[in-house]
């Protein structure tokens, strides 16, 4: 019998096995997805929050912490994490007015910010138009690669004896004396403790041991554009009216450089609704062109997330001795993830004697655009596969992907953590043959396929 199972390979899911491994515990992680992160993880914009209203409720404590930590927890796990900070735009006097009180309203709930003129702020986002106002700037924001960051957790916990299965649905759980049996499409696990970490489906995993809630998807489409350096901060106008049910997107930039602007908030009936509307395209340029002076050059993509709406707060809860949910983890829940996971070992304590392994075992990740003639030099006489390069736009190797192929069956696996693929170039059909090569898989089998056929 295990000794803990958890249902979800996203980043919460994720970063609680990272904690777990870090202990003398039998852990096993059942994903559904081909790879970590390739749900509602891998639709999100990637931002690392500075702050969460309502202060006071849980998801804007463990944000507030999560930030905090996510410096060490990038040098740990090795992800790129880029402080590049937010900066709130007064686009009128009301709002110019209200920014000493928005920053004391700040600084009494712990965070961090500074006031800008108009001049400093026209300095920092150079295409903002000029008749705004001032602006009010919070350092702590920054952005990552949220599919990587989970993955870099993911491989940690496997580094230090997690196991971990893809391709493997819960379809039931049933009690067993103190413990439980959960059935998937991989066989049954028994397990003294189940963490549900299963997004948007976490409902329905609860409902398995008889806990009822309801989670409801809401769907956020991005836009990214080709145009690197059209802003170095995220930019966000200060509201006139705050929307309780989301912070109302920005324009923001992803974890390379390329803006990025969304997500807006629509409420769907599927929860695998990830379509992209001309009229959502539409409505993210009305709402953020006015902002600036011109709109960024070239579209890269755009794409659509869901995430998992449980009422107004996080809903992490022990409704079944050994049962533990982790749900409705909605914005700011990237953020949030390396709180929540210590907030969870914090529970757990009261099952199980948690006795830390004396030596933790710290997987590198090799980012060959990252290196320099040196290392690149190295890195190509210990294995000559990174000196074949498939994606030209991003430097990325063969020996880059073959080893993405192992964290992932699939090929958006592949692409977020390699990065290949994510500008312009036509590397997507040399990806897919590689993945062919190393699973033995026919690429019809291949999640992700459709992308080339």
């Excluded at 969460?52 to 740990?76: I, V, Y």
């Excluded at 901060?233 to 974890?255: D, E, Q, S, W, Y």
């Excluded at 794409?303 to 079944?320: C, E, H, K, M, W």
């Excluded at 830390?356 to 190295?378: G, Y």
Aim: hydrophobic share 40%; net charge negative.
């Amino acid at each position: 019998m295990k000794d803990v199972l958890i249902v979800g390979a996203g980043v919460t899911g994720s970063f609680i096995a990272k904690e777990l491994s870090k202990y003398h515990l039998d852990v096993v992680v059942v994903e559904r997805k081909s790879g970590p992160g390739l749900d509602q993880t891998k639709g999100c914009s990637g931002i690392i929050h500075p702050l969460q209203l309502p202060f006071g409720s849980l998801k804007s404590k463990l944000c507030l912490k999560g930030n905090a930590m996510m410096d060490a927890e990038a040098e740990e796990l090795g992800f790129t994490f880029k402080r590049v900070g937010l900066i709130l735009v007064a686009t009128n006097i009301i709002t110019f007015l209200a920014i000493p009180l928005i920053q004391l309203y700040f600084r009494l709930n712990g965070v961090v910010s500074k006031r800008l003129g108009k001049k400093k702020v026209l300095e920092m986002v150079p295409n903002l138009r000029e008749d705004i106002w001032g602006g009010l700037f919070l350092p702590t924001a920054g952005v990552v690669n949220p599919v990587e960051m989970t993955a870099s957790a993911i491989r940690f916990a496997k580094a230090n004896g997690v196991e971990v299965h893809y391709d493997c649905e819960v379809v039931g759980i049933e009690r067993k004396g103190e413990g439980f049996i959960v059935k998937t499409t991989k066989g049954d696990f028994e397990a003294r403790c189940v963490i549900n970490c299963a997004g948007l489906y976490a409902d329905e995993i609860a409902k398995m041991v008889g806990y009822e809630m309801t989670i409801t998807p809401g769907k956020g489409t991005h836009i990214v554009f080709a145009e690197r350096g059209f802003s170095n901060h995220l930019t966000v106008a200060i509201p006139l009216k705050p929307n309780k049910r989301t912070k109302g997107g920005g324009a923001l930039i992803g974890f390379d450089g390329k803006p990025l602007w969304g997500p807006n908030l629509i409420d769907v009936e599927s929860k695998e609704d990830t379509s992209v509307k001309k009229e959502e395209i539409e409505g993210i340029i009305e709402k953020f062109s006015p902002l600036f002076t011109r709109k960024p050059e070239g579209v890269v993509a755009f794409y659509a997330g869901l995430r998992s709406i449980a009422g107004t707060d996080f809903v992490i809860n022990q409704p079944v001795e050994g049962f533990i949910n982790v749900a409705g983890i909605q914005s700011p829940g990237l953020t949030a993830a390396p709180a929540i996971a210590e907030m969870v070992i914090e529970m757990l304590s009261s099952r199980f004697e948690l006795r830390r392994k004396e030596e933790i075992k710290r997987p590198e990740w090799i980012r060959l655009a990252e290196l320099d003639e040196d290392e690149v030099r190295k890195a190509i006489e210990e294995n000559e596969d990174f000196g074949e390069i498939v994606c030209l736009c991003n430097m990325v190797s063969k020996a880059e992907i073959l080893r993405a192929v192992e964290e992932g069956e699939c090929f958006d696996t592949v692409r977020h953590l390699t990065w290949a693929g994510m500008d312009c170039c036509k590397c997507h059909a040399e990806i897919m043959q590689l993945i062919e090569e190393k699973t033995g898989k026919a690429r019809k089998e291949i999640e992700g396929s459709d992308i080339v056929w």
